[in-house]
């Protein structure tokens, strides 16, 4: 299914619409609602053999060596991994303790639903987790009332140089390093090969293939302009949808240029709006090019074939928002514990882990860092077009956004409303509404 978002009311746009017109939006306290049982690995304690001579460190052995901690240490660590990524997660942590074997582990499981809740409680109180993970939206949130670490002197520039730029982007808050992405996912271009045989490299070229595919009950193209699959696009021709502070910065010469590109989709086919029509005609096999989520792509795989389909990179002038699970460090993490913490998390983003949790029959997540030998073509496929992704932006500010972007964008594809003015009267109606936020 396509993503929902919160709907906000249209009064302000519409107001401010019509004034353009007429002139020219580590505690495990309190019970989860559904926990896995003991599932954390039990610690080996193996005597290690006492070599006299060390041997010569391979490029390997140096990628996955950590220091030994000084003393033993319990990592608590609360998630809502689904069964299979849960797996993935005890493979992780069993490899870690074959390099930390004084390192135990208590995980708890709670539902997306209520984890936020339940962390920001404990961790108020003075407890919580070691590490949580979560949704790149609830950073901004935990930072600014003290509830995570910022982990700006514990990453070193090597660790950080490995990881996807627009994942990094979504945990780089106010000068803050505020986690650290797990994984990939976000917004792709999907191609029928049997269709669209050859993958276009602009938008000006997925424009002509997409005409040449139409025929019959076939179409070449068939696009969501919805702010979600859009707003990628926006940035990808150098325009930008906020400033640092969360405040618009699409309502110029670029944004107009971007909401005319969102214009064209129709002649490349029929468009949609935050539906699921698209994706169900690509399922029949008739449509030749979409844009949608990661999450969708395996079943689109079994259905098509993985002869036929195909995750694209992006053409030029074209992007898509990336998101990812961020691990982050509890604050009220001191001291030995804090170092605990902090080595699991940086194992985390290891090659090792990383391919762990990228195991198709697993989790199979796609790496947020390079360096990681995917094994599934589709998995390739996916890492290769992240790498052109734009971060999605996780300011508070943005959750004001959706509503009156998506209202200007319809307005302006659909409706012949002015592309300045419908920008015009997003911008007034999102600024209103950050004062608003700003005031609870």
């Excluded at 882990?353 to 094994?375: H, R, T, Y």
Aim: include cysteine; hydrophobic fraction near 40%.
């Amino acid at each position: 299914m396509k993503v929902k978002f919160v709907k906000y009311s249209f009064v302000v746009i519409l107001a401010v619409l019509n004034i353009f017109l007429i002139s020219a939006c580590s505690s495990t306290s309190g019970v989860a609602t559904e926990e896995i049982g003991d599932v954390s690995p039990e610690p080996t304690h193996e005597e290690k053999q006492v070599i006299t001579e060390e041997p010569p460190k391979t490029e390997e052995s140096q990628k996955t060596e950590e220091p030994i901690l000084d003393l033993p240490c319990t990592i608590s660590l609360w998630h809502s991994f689904d069964e299979n990524e849960i797996e993935s997660l005890l493979s992780v942590s069993s490899a870690y303790q074959e390099i930390q074997p004084d390192v135990e582990f208590d995980f708890m499981y709670s539902p997306k639903f209520d984890i936020k809740d339940k962390f920001e409680n404990a961790a108020n109180s003075g407890g919580g987790p070691s590490v949580l993970i979560g949704s790149g939206e609830w950073g901004p949130s935990f930072y600014d009332n003290s509830l995570i670490q910022d982990i700006s002197d514990l990453a070193e520039i090597e660790l950080l140089d490995e990881v996807n730029s627009s994942a990094l982007s979504s945990v780089q808050y106010r000068e803050a390093l505020i986690g650290l992405p797990l994984n990939i996912k976000g917004v792709l271009i999907f191609r029928n090969a049997s269709i669209m045989p050859v993958a276009p490299e602009s938008f000006s070229e997925l424009i002509d293939f997409a005409q040449t595919a139409t025929t019959g009950d076939l179409v070449g193209a068939y696009l969501d302009y919805g702010l979600f699959y859009s707003a990628g696009h926006l940035e990808a021709i150098g325009g930008s949808l906020m400033d640092v502070d969360g405040n618009p910065a699409f309502n110029d010469q670029i944004g107009i240029e971007w909401v005319e590109m969102l214009k064209r989709f129709e002649e490349m086919g029929p468009i949609e709006h935050n539906n699921d029509n698209d994706l169900n005609l690509f399922r029949e096999q008739r449509v030749g090019v979409i844009i949608d989520h990661l999450s969708n792509a395996p079943e689109l795989a079994d259905l098509i074939g993985i002869d036929n389909f195909r995750v694209d990179l992006w053409p030029m002038d074209m992007s898509g928002f990336v998101q990812s699970d961020i691990i982050y460090l509890n604050a009220n993490l001191t001291e030995h514990d804090l170092d605990c913490g902090w080595s699991f998390v940086e194992y985390l983003l290891s090659a090792d882990a990383q391919e762990m949790f990228s195991d198709p029959l697993k989790a199979g997540f796609i790496p947020s860092v390079s360096g990681v030998d995917l094994k599934d073509p589709l998995q390739r496929q996916a890492a290769r077009a992240f790498a052109n992704g734009t971060p999605l932006p996780v300011n508070p500010e943005m959750s004001v956004y959706w509503e009156p972007l998506n209202f200007a964008l319809q307005s302006a594809v659909e409706f012949g409303v002015n592309p300045a003015d419908a920008l015009s009267a997003a911008e007034a109606s999102i600024l209103a509404l950050i004062s608003e936020l700003h005031q609870e």
